[in-house]
């Protein structure tokens, strides 16, 4: 069996008595697209910062390309790209200067980290503000600009935290497309969004995450199965969407018990 | 807010840092208005009161000049947050102008008015309700004149090139300032039986021009009641109230502007596709991107370069005058040491906050395959270059000033500087990883949560510079003077190991403190 590019064994990490992420295993095998989702607060992000050396687990291993992962792991890290939670830009730079500056950081020569500078600004359509700081760029911009950085020294695994939100459909087509080129190309994408067609669209594999917990894991072809499984008769015939997959493993009960706020116009 | 600090050991020190702090502020505003009470009550039982100019102008420069001069101690609340909120600009400038009665500046001007007007109506308490209006009258001009002061600055120092402008100009003018005394001097010099008549000369046209300045005119409206000159004390108090008009209406056009959402950030450029520029270093790796980037943000701060620029203007201040240091034997001699030893403060902010500026970006040194001893390095480097920078400046300025100091002094000096600079660094990087504070880099002043760092930082800065001076001092009191360099340079040959060590741990520190780092640099940027 081929090494699986991400695996978590006992995952746990708490916050003083609040479990945020409790005894979670799973594997994405090499070259996939896998969406990771769960509704606020259940634990996504702090899964994914642990993944990412930002968080430290407090219990459990992660496996990187084969290789146990820690915070110290720096060659592990040199093949992975992330766009974490709050982008980690550098706000008094420009655009090409932070690019550059991450690509040197990651240990590419100057003529290199120049090059795909150009390449990724080209593409990412923010080539004609050179000289704008990024702390003036909307919010659609500071996305493209920390997945061009996520992207620059061409990581087999990829991690996106919510990757797609604010940036325009024009922008989010091409970033699809180009998402959709690495995964060809062989490297393993990391998606957590709450945006459920985007993650319908472009995993094959996804797996939910509720009150800490993973709750379902599997290709979406199993995780309809089993949702249709649990289904009457007449409606198991009908092909669920992922919103409604998510919404019967995790959501249901939340949808019940919202109650109308009548004084709203 | 107050029961929310002390939730933490972090928050239960920075509280009481703040409290030493305005302690200490406080005390010097009581010590001030104890000395100008007992001044006012020797001018008002003299009923001299058009003297109270000599007690209103110190008063005013310390008001406006202590926000400079303490901007890097003082904190400074940011009320763009209540922009959020719907509320009018009247309710909004009422609270910008609540929150400056906060300010230091404020307290101890306060507290030194209050001397006066005690001191004055014990001496003739008659005098206690035209003294009451026109001092607070005072006090209004001055608080919101600081603050107008305050909020052009910040606007300015945002954009670029406003600040490269101002920048030329405060070169020239504290080129301009050195170059008056010894002009005057050597003018002087050759017209000795002319120096004191136009020195008095001088000196009446100062008096008749300060008499239509506000202290001027707090005084003389004081005085011309006093002698029942009606209409030429209402004509000193209209003055005052334009002045004072002036003042706030240069401080609405501000306030209205950031009340409409204006941002603070840098002003959109052309959009123009530059050719590829040449980069600044020509280092390759990770060193020299940090050393780079720290370069940018340097240059694009105008508060960080005006944290530089701040020594030098002291330096200055405190070197020319008749109570200046290098007219003293002792102040001559020991001008060079204890000017570069006030040059670390320009420093002080970035060496023991060196990750303040980082903001969300602070994720990326966790992300990135390199090791952080490295970027702690590149960010002594660039610290270790803008010092000597610093002192070489400083030491222009002093050795302008006093002379050339002895050979002596100069060795040691540089010994001192083998100990104090790696020490400094030292401390530095680990009150860095250990009390990190968000930097704010377009608005003057300490930003919350600086105040443990900041007492601490400046409490290892007078630690190093005592301990030299100690060193010196024993020694030569025993007659030893030549061991003090030895003995500097294995005191250097400790600091430099202690900083090669806080950098190889560096990594392992950052580990244990990763989350507060994140949380405290990224949660406000």
Redesign the interface.
């Known amino acids: 069996m081929a090494t699986p590019a991400i695996a978590t064994h006992n995952l746990t990490r708490r916050f003083g008595d609040f479990v945020a992420v409790d005894d979670v295993s799973f594997e994405v095998a090499s070259g996939q697209f896998f969406g990771f989702l769960g509704p606020n607060g259940a634990g996504k992000s702090t899964t994914i910062k642990m993944l990412t050396g930002l968080l430290e687990p407090t219990s459990g291993r992660i496996e990187i390309l084969g290789q146990p992962f820690t915070a110290g792991a720096l060659d592990l890290k040199r093949q992975i790209g992330v766009v974490p939670e709050g982008m980690a830009l550098l706000s008094r730079l420009n655009a090409s200067e932070y690019l550059r500056f991450v690509a040197r950081m990651y240990g590419l020569d100057r003529d290199t980290a120049n090059q795909r500078t150009e390449d990724l600004l080209d593409f990412m359509q923010l080539a004609n503000e050179p000289k704008k700081l990024i702390t003036d760029f909307s919010h659609g911009m500071q996305k493209k600009l920390a997945l061009a950085a996520a992207v620059i020294h061409s990581p087999k695994v990829l991690f996106l935290d919510e990757p797609f939100e604010g940036v325009d459909a024009i922008a989010a087509g091409t970033l699809k497309a180009m998402l959709q080129g690495m995964i060809n190309r062989g490297a393993t994408i990391f998606l957590t969004s709450h945006v459920l067609e985007i993650v319908e669209r472009l995993c094959s594999h996804v797996a939910i995450i509720h009150k800490g917990r993973l709750v379902a894991n599997g290709s979406l072809e199993e995780l309809r199965a089993g949702v249709a499984s649990t289904l009457p008769g007449s409606e198991r015939e009908e092909k669920l969407t992922l919103e409604e997959i998510f919404l019967s493993t995790v959501g249901a009960e939340s949808a019940e018990s919202v109650s109308e706020l009548s004084w709203l116009a | 807010m107050l029961l929310n600090s002390l939730r933490t050991r972090r928050g239960g020190l920075e509280t009481g840092a703040r409290f030493i702090m305005q302690g200490f502020y406080s005390l010097i505003g009581l010590g001030l208005g104890i000395g100008l009470g007992f001044s006012a009550w020797q001018i008002a039982t003299h009923s001299s009161l058009r003297y109270f100019a000599a007690l209103l102008w110190p008063v005013f420069i310390i008001w406006q000049v202590i926000p400079i001069t303490l901007a890097s101690f003082q904190e400074n609340a940011d009320l763009s947050f209540l922009l959020r909120f719907p509320l009018d600009f009247t309710s909004y400038a009422i609270f910008y102008l609540l929150f400056g009665l906060l300010d230091i500046s404020t307290i101890v001007g306060g507290i030194a008015l209050l001397g006066v007007l005690v001191g004055a109506t014990v001496a003739q308490p008659r005098f206690f309700i035209g003294l009451l209006l026109v001092l607070t009258l005072f006090a209004v001009f001055n608080i919101l004149l600081t603050r107008m002061i305050f909020a052009w600055i910040n606007r300015w120092l945002v954009q670029r090139k406003t600040r490269e402008v101002l920048g030329v100009i405060f070169l020239f003018f504290v080129l301009a300032l050195q170059l008056v005394n010894p002009a005057l001097h050597s003018h002087y010099a050759h017209q000795a039986e002319f120096r004191e008549f136009t020195t008095m000369q001088d000196v009446r046209l100062a008096v008749q021009v300060q008499d239509y300045l506000p202290p001027g005119l707090t005084a003389n409206a004081l005085s011309s009641a006093d002698s029942a000159h009606v209409l030429a004390a209402a004509e000193d108090i209209l003055l005052l109230l334009l002045f004072t008009a002036a003042a706030g209406v240069l401080l609405s056009i501000r306030l209205r502007s950031e009340y409409r959402g204006e ?1 603070l ?2 002003a ?7 050719a ?1 520029r040449r ?1 600044t270093f020509d280092g ?3 060193v ?3 050393i ?2 720290e370069v ?2 340097l240059l ?2 105008g508060v960080m370069l005006y944290q530089f620029l701040a020594p030098l203007v002291i330096v200055f201040v405190f070197s020319t005058g008749s109570g200046g240091i290098t007219n003293h034997c002792l102040g001559r001699q020991f001008a060079l040491p204890i000017g570069i030893a006030y040059s670390f403060l320009g420093l002080t902010r970035f060496l023991y906050n060196n990750l303040g ?8 040194y ?6 952080f001893r490295k970027v702690l390095l590149a960010k002594n480097l660039v610290h270790i270059a803008i010092f000597i920078v610093e002192a070489l400046a400083v030491s222009t300025l002093v050795v302008f000033r006093s002379g050339l100091p002895s050979p002596q002094i100069l060795v040691l000096t540089l010994c001192w500087l083998c100990f104090a600079v790696p020490m400094q660094l030292a401390v530095g990087n680990l009150l860095s990883l250990t009390m990190p504070y968000r930097l704010n ?1 377009v608005r003057m002043g300490r930003e919350q949560g600086a105040a443990g760092n900041g007492l601490l930082s400046l409490l290892v800065e007078v630690m190093v510079f005592l301990v030299g001076a100690a060193v010196y001092f024993i020694l030569r009191a025993f007659g030893h003077t030549g061991l003090a360099a030895p003995v500097f340079l294995i005191m250097a040959a400790g600091s430099v190991l202690l900083w090669l060590r806080v950098l190889a741990d560096s ?1 392992r520190i950052l ?1 244990s403190r ?2 507060a780092l ?1 949380s405290t640099l ?1 949660k406000t ?1």
């Open positions: 941002s950030g840098q959109p450029a052309r959009i123009a596709k530059s590829p980069h390759s790796g990770p020299a991107a940090v780079e980037k940018h943000y694009r701060s500026a980082e903001g969300a970006g602070i994720q990326l966790f992300l990135f395959p390199t090791p880099m990594a580990q990763q989350e994140i990224y940027a």
